[in-house]
C-alpha cells in the first residue's frame, strides 16, 4: 500500500452537517449549514461551531451570544445542501425550504421542528482563528423527538437517518458495525 505525500489542511472527515439557527436582537431568524461543529466537553456539556465572519449568521452569534445546532437527516440533505449555499441576507430559507420554527426552552434562536435532535447553546468564549472564528458553547437544553423514543424510554438517533459531510459531499451513515466497547465485551456461549 502507496502513501501520497497531500498538502496540509482540514481531511478529517466526515463531520456533522447541522442546520445552525440563530436570531439577531431585533428577532431576526436565519439558519446556516455548518460542518465545523463538535463536542468540547461532557461535564459541563459544551460544544463547538466555526463560522466565517463574512457569513450572515455571524453577526447574529456576536450580538446575542446564542444559537440552536439542529441535527440533519437524509429527509433534510437538500435543506441543509441550500442553508448552506445561499445567504439570508438574500431569501427566507425557513420559507424556502419549509422549516417550522419551534420556539426554544433556553434561547431566542428557533429549533427546526424537522430535526431529529435539537441542542440548545449559549456562546461562552470566542476565538478568531483565522478564516473562522470558533464558538466555544454551553449546552443549555436538548429537545429530541419522540419519534426515535422507545418503549424504555431510549433515543435512537439511527433510526433518523442522520447524514455526514465528507470532502464536499453528503452521505448517510450505513448500517451500526458495533457498540461502544464491543471489542472487548465477552461473548456469550450459544
Not at 64 to 93: H, M, P, W
Request: hydrophobic fraction near 35%.
Amino acid at each position: 500500500m502507496g502513501k501520497v505525500s497531500f498538502k496540509p489542511g482540514n481531511m478529517l472527515y466526515p463531520l456533522p452537517a447541522v442546520l445552525v439557527t440563530v436570531s439577531d436582537k431585533d428577532g431576526n431568524d436565519n439558519v446556516l449549514t455548518v460542518a465545523w461543529a463538535g463536542t468540547v466537553c461532557s461535564d459541563p456539556a459544551m460544544v463547538s461551531i466555526s463560522v466565517r465572519p463574512e457569513r450572515h449568521s455571524y453577526h447574529m452569534i456576536k450580538e446575542t451570544g446564542e444559537f440552536v445546532i439542529n441535527l440533519t437527516t437524509q429527509e433534510l440533505a437538500f435543506a441543509t445542501d441550500y442553508c448552506g449555499v445561499k445567504s439570508g441576507r438574500d431569501v427566507d430559507k425557513f420559507q424556502e425550504m419549509k422549516l417550522t420554527k419551534l420556539p426554544a426552552r433556553k434561547v431566542k434562536a428557533p429549533l427546526i421542528g424537522e430535526s431529529p435532535v435539537n441542542i440548545e447553546c449559549r456562546v461562552t468564549e470566542s476565538i478568531n482563528l483565522g478564516s473562522h472564528e470558533m464558538f466555544l458553547a454551553k449546552v443549555e437544553a436538548v429537545t429530541v423527538d419522540d419519534a426515535y423514543m422507545d418503549e424504555n424510554n431510549t433515543f435512537h438517533l439511527g433510526a433518523a437517518d442522520p447524514i455526514v459531510y465528507s470532502h464536499g459531499e453528503y452521505y448517510t451513515l450505513g448500517s451500526m458495525l458495533g457498540k461502544f466497547g464491543y471489542s472487548v465485551r465477552k461473548k456469550k456461549n450459544s
